[in-house]
């Protein structure tokens, strides 16, 4: 038995390898641009370990963002969930289900065609997110999406190295920030493996990460404190040298309230915001709108 016999024999549905993505594209005109971020992944081993370390589950609905010409679709669809997939150029949007219908006849796709920044509805209340996000928007769409769909309880994205290790990073660290708060508001983040930039067409001149994360069981507080909260890990990150008291002034009234906001929330108005952890900016916004 040969090992393409073999392999298919292995494998009964088909993914998309390196020729098929130049060709797909080539047909549909698309160049990929560094503008949008797109970056295809031609390897189908490292889009079966996305589906894998994202636990995909047969029967749930799965929402992709940016599926470009549907590697990572087609392996989602592969392991017997539906697939949600919101995608923003047209042409891409067009091809999508035709590819899926080519390679996975009868699997369920739903293409939805916006930008992933601007949906506030999704059909079939999505339980996961899976995605290789376009790098320049990974962390406003990835805070978009757990922002406004309360069902997506787990996933995985794929996002530039630098950009997924600050998503993850715990207080105290150089790259924790303000995206590493507002990602720990939802859930709890983690680093879960690097990829190749081997894997990819065009190669990026960029490292990719995979974070997965699980959200809280329950939301931390309403929509006004989540609001309240996260003007003040902007203000204590946009200044992040800054003790507490007057990185926070602009957003408390002054130095002396912003000292009387932290203290009556039990927190040293010396400390900096990369010491904080969301809990903590959480009990200073319960002390600012008391």
Same mark, same amino acid.
């Given at each position: 038995m040969t090992d393409s016999a073999h392999h298919s024999a292995k494998e009964p549905a088909a993914l998309l390898g390196p020729a098929e993505i130049r060709d797909l594209a080539e047909m549909l005109g698309v160049n990929p641009t560094k503008k949008l971020g797109q970056n295809f992944v031609i390897d189908p081993n490292t889009v079966r370990r996305i589906v894998k370390v994202a636990a995909v589950q047969p029967d749930e609905t799965v929402v992709e963002v940016g599926p470009g $010409?549907? @590697?990572?679709?087609?392996?989602?669809?592969?392991?017997? +969930?539906?697939? #949600? +997939?919101?995608?923003?150029?047209?042409?891409?949007?067009?091809?999508?289900?035709?590819?899926?219908?080519?390679?996975?006849?009868? +699997?369920?796709?739903?293409?939805?065609?916006?930008?992933?920044?601007?949906?506030?509805?999704?059909?079939?209340?999505?339980?996961?997110?899976?995605? !290789?996000?376009?790098? !320049? #928007? @990974?962390?406003?769409?990835?805070?978009? $999406?757990?922002?406004?769909?309360?069902?997506?309880?787990?996933?995985?994205?794929? #996002?530039?190295?630098?950009?997924?290790?600050?998503?993850?990073?715990?207080?105290?660290?150089?790259?924790?920030?303000?995206? @590493?708060?507002?990602?720990?508001?939802?859930?709890?983040?983690?680093?879960?493996g690097k990829v190749s930039r081997q894997v990819f067409w065009p190669v990026p001149n960029v490292d990719s990460i995979l974070i997965a994360f699980e959200r809280r069981t329950e939301a931390l507080e309403s929509e006004q404190l989540r609001l309240a909260t996260f003007a003040l890990v902007d203000g204590a990150f946009q200044q992040r040298r800054k003790m507490l008291r007057q990185s926070l002034s602009g957003v408390l009234g002054d130095s002396a309230q912003a000292t009387a906001v932290l203290t009556a929330a039990g927190i040293d108005p010396t400390e900096r915001g990369e010491q904080l952890t969301v809990h903590d900016f959480l009990a200073i916004a319960r002390s600012w709108l008391a």
């Open positions: $010409l549907g @590697s990572l679709t087609l392996g989602i669809l592969e392991a017997g +969930a539906a697939v #949600v +997939a919101v995608e923003i150029d047209d042409r891409l949007a067009e091809q999508l289900p035709l590819t899926v219908q080519l390679m996975q006849p009868g +699997a369920a796709l739903t293409v939805i065609r916006a930008d992933a920044l601007k949906i506030a509805e999704l059909p079939g209340d999505p339980t996961r997110l899976v995605a !290789n996000l376009p790098y !320049n #928007v @990974s962390v406003p769409v990835l805070l978009h $999406l757990l922002e406004h769909f309360a069902s997506i309880h787990a996933g995985v994205v794929m #996002v530039q190295a630098e950009v997924g290790e600050r998503l993850a990073a715990t207080p105290g660290s150089k790259i924790y920030g303000s995206p @590493s708060v507002k990602a720990a508001w939802y859930g709890q983040f983690r680093t879960a």
